[in-house]
């Protein structure tokens, strides 16, 4: 049996000591191992590399983002505001790491790119589980995309599971009614797996909040904080599109989408609507 052992160093006056066998290490604790061995290129290309860690990165982001947006409604659902507004100022800012993935991908030309695109096949960002369930949570709900993700049962069942429960906003307008809000009753039980419809009631709801922040200030603040968040979500989508657009042009995405058309009809889509039409009328 080999025997424990321990070292140190000093590394600038400082005594580092550690034991490799006596402890949990840095390495061990962050799956390193696997993590940096899960890049698998599928040419000799240089770029393809970075292109699927940029991906890969993106994916670990978007699995933060559905934890903290997940925390974030259950507390709404408790009538716990303040902790679930300090959740969606965070996925707000995973949102600018995901923003700045774009800028280091855009690195890559058109020739790059076209060096390895054909061996990608099928395989395409459309296809993301994770994403297609962080837009439902927050909103944009379209059933007909779910059965993209059909041909895998487990990520399936939890997109469908998502599309089918209420969503960021419709919990938020739930939580308005509670506290005393007038919000119209048939926009506090509905199908939720169905696209949210603005509604004026509920615009007006808003500009009551609005107009009288000090009586409805933890509404308010809420609400500031579901526009931060689907800013910071369009600047994404914004930066997403014109980085496919800069490499690939109006070329169809590989997995069959639009690409930028249909990036581009994704800009004018709004999760939280009311939020942004009150703002003419106040």
């Not at 983002?65 to 995973?94: F, G, N, Q, S, W």
Request: charged residues 25%; negative net charge; aromatic residues 10%.
């Amino acid at each position: 049996m080999s025997e424990k052992f321990s070292t140190s160093v000093d590394l600038e006056g400082e005594d580092i000591h550690w034991s490799p066998e006596g402890g949990l290490s840095y390495g061990r604790y962050l799956a390193l191992d696997t993590i940096l061995g899960a890049q698998t290129p599928l040419t000799g290309e240089h770029d393809e590399l970075m292109f699927i860690i940029i991906h890969q990165a993106s994916e670990l982001w978007l699995k933060l983002c559905l934890h903290e947006l997940d925390a974030a409604i259950a507390h709404v659902r408790a009538d716990e505001a303040r902790p679930a507004m300090k959740m969606l100022a965070r996925i707000a800012r995973i949102q600018e790491q995901l923003t700045q993935s774009w800028s280091v991908l855009s690195t890559m030309t058109p020739s790059d790119y076209l060096k390895f695109r054909d061996r990608l096949g099928q395989s395409s960002g459309f296809q993301s589980a994770q994403y297609r369930m962080l837009e439902y949570r927050l909103g944009n709900k379209n059933p007909a995309l779910a059965r993209v993700h059909e041909a895998d049962p487990a990520a399936y069942k939890a997109v469908r599971e998502t599309l089918e429960a209420p969503s960021l906003y419709d919990e938020t307008l739930r939580y308005a009614a509670r506290l005393g809000l007038p919000v119209p009753a048939h926009a506090l039980e509905r199908d939720w797996a169905q696209a949210y419809e603005p509604d004026e009631a509920v615009e007006a709801m808003w500009r009551e909040v609005y107009l009288d922040t000090s009586r409805w200030w933890e509404a308010y603040e809420f609400a500031e904080k579901l526009v931060d968040l689907e800013q910071k979500f369009q600047q994404w989508r914004f930066n997403h599109m014109k980085t496919v657009e800069r490499i690939i042009g109006f070329r169809r995405g590989t997995g069959g989408s639009g690409g930028v058309s249909y990036l581009v009809k994704a800009l004018n889509l709004r999760l939280f609507p009311e939020l942004w039409t009150v703002r003419t009328t106040l």
